[in-house]
C-alpha cells in the first residue's frame, strides 16, 4: 500500500496522460471514429488530468511522512511538491482549452493531420510536466527534449501552407542551438559539483570544494541562455514572432501558454533549488534581462499589424514581468516552496510568480481562442480585419476585451493582482527601478491592446455580415478561459 501510494504521488497525472496519448494513436490508427469524438477524449483525458494534479499534490504531501523505508521511484530525480503541483495544474487546464479550441480545425483537417494532433498535445503536456518536477539535470535536460520534439512537429503540422513548415523549420534550429548550449552549461556544472541533482549542486556551493564564481557564472549563463528560449527573453526571443506567425494558431496558443508557463516553472526551479546560494551573480543579470525584455517586447509590439506577431511581442514583454517575480526572489525561496512557511519577500514574489503564470496561460491562451476565432469565421488575422467584430461575433470581442485588459492589469482581473505582487517583490528587494520599468511598460502595452479594441468596437465592419455563432468546443474553450 505504502508503495502504491509513494507511485501515485510521483506519477498519477502523468500516468494518465501517457496511457491517454497512447489509446489516442491507436484508435486513430485501428478505428474510423471522426475526429471530434478523439478530440472529446483527449479533452477529457486533459481535464481528468488538470483534476487529479491537486489530489496529487495532497497525496505527494502524505508521501512525505510515510515510513523511510519506502524508497521513491526514480529517487532524486522528481520532486511532487505544491510547486510543481501549481505549474502542472496551470499546463493542463491550459492545454484543454488549447483542445478544445482545436477541435473544428483538426475535423477540417483531419485527413492531414489525424489523431497525431491530440496525441502529440497530450505528450507534450506529459513531458511538461516532467519539466516542472525535475530536480535532476539529465531528468531536465531529456524533459525539455521531449516537449521540444513535440513542439516542433506541432509547429509544422499545417502542410497545406509553406509557412507552417518554415516556422518548424525555424523553430527546430534555434531549439538545436538551445540545447548544445544546455548541455555544455549542464557538463560544466557537473563538472564542478559533482553532481547532477540540484540540491546536491546547491550544498556543493556552501562547500570549500566550490569556490569558482567566473565558472559557476559562465555554466549558468549558459542554461539560462537555454531556458531563456524556451521561455522567449531577450535576447534568445527572434524566433518568437515568425513560429507564432507561421504555426496553425491552436499551436501557437500552446507554445504561448503552456509552453511559456513550464518553462518558467522550469526556470524558477532551477535558479532557486539549485543556485539559490550563488544569488549575488544571477540577480543583476536577471533583473536587467527583465526590464529590457519587457520594454522591447511591448516596442516592437506597437507597429505590428497582424494580430498572432503582436501577441507574439506581447508575449515576449509578459516574459519580461513574470521575470520581475523570479528576480525578487532569494536563498529563502526554498522555505516557501518547500512548504516549510518563510515570511516576508519570499511570500510576495513567489505568489506574484506563481499567480502571474496563471492569470498570463489563461489570458493569453484566450486571446489566441479568439483569433482562431475570427480566422475560422471571417478569414482574416490582420488587425485591421477586427474592425466591426463586436457586431459580427459580440460574444468574442468582449472575451478578448477582458483578456486583454487582464494582460494589462486593470482591477479587478487576474492580471492586476499578479502584477501588483511580482511589482512589489521588486520594491521589497530594494529594485524600485524594476517596479517602476515594469509599471511604465504595463501603460505602454495599453496601446496596442486598446488599438485592437478600437477596432472591434468603434469602427465598422470591412462587410456587412449577420451575426456569427461560434461552435460549442470554441465556447467552452472561451468560458474555460
Known sequence: MDELMVFLGYFASESILAIGSITILLIGLFSKLRSRYIGYFAASIMALSAFVVPWQGWLAVQVRSLSSTVRPFFSFCLSPDLFSVYFKFAIAIAMLIVILASLDYVEANFEAVGSEFYA???????????????????????????????????????????????????????????TAVSLYGMSLIFALAGTTNLFGILKAQSETSLHLPLLILVS????????????????FHAWVPDVYEGAPTSVTAFLAAASKVAAFGLLARFMLYGFSASEELWRPIMSIVSAITMTLGNLFAIPQRNIKRMLAYSSIAHAGYMLVGLS?????????????????NTDVAMTGLLLYSLAYAFATGGAFVV??????????????????????????AWALVIFFLSLIGIPPLAGFFAKMLVFASAIYSDMTWLAVVGV?????????????????????????????????????ALLIA
Open 120 to 178: 502529440l498535445m497530450c505528450f507534450a503536456t506529459l513531458s511538461m510536466s516532467f519539466m516542472v518536477s525535475a530536480v535532476e539535470l539529465i531528468t531536465i535536460f531529456i524533459a525539455v527534449e521531449l516537449t521540444s520534439i513535440a513542439s516542433y512537429a506541432l509547429a509544422s503540422f499545417d502542410v497545406s501552407t509553406p509557412r507552417s513548415s518554415e516556422a518548424g523549420v525555424k523553430y527546430f534550429l534555434v531549439g538545436a542551438i538551445a
Open 371 to 396: 483569433v482562431l476565432v475570427v480566422s475560422n469565421i471571417i478569414g482574416t488575422e490582420e488587425i485591421d480585419g477586427y474592425a466591426g467584430l463586436s457586431q459580427l461575433i459580440p460574444h468574442a
Open 220 to 235: 549558468l549563463l549558459m542554461v539560462m541562455a537555454s531556458l531563456g528560449f524556451k521561455a522567449a527573453l531577450v535576447p
Open 440 to 476: 511604465l511598460n504595463s501603460v505602454v502595452s495599453g496601446y496596442y491592446y486598446f488599438n485592437v479594441i478600437r477596432q472591434m468596437f468603434l469602427l465598422p465592419p470591412e462587410k456587412k455580415q449577420a451575426i456569427h455563432r461560434t461552435t460549442p468546443s470554441m465556447d467552452a
Open 328 to 344: 525578487s526572489v532569494g536563498h529563502a525561496e526554498i522555505k516557501f516552496m518547500m512548504g516549510e512557511g518563510a515570511l516576508g
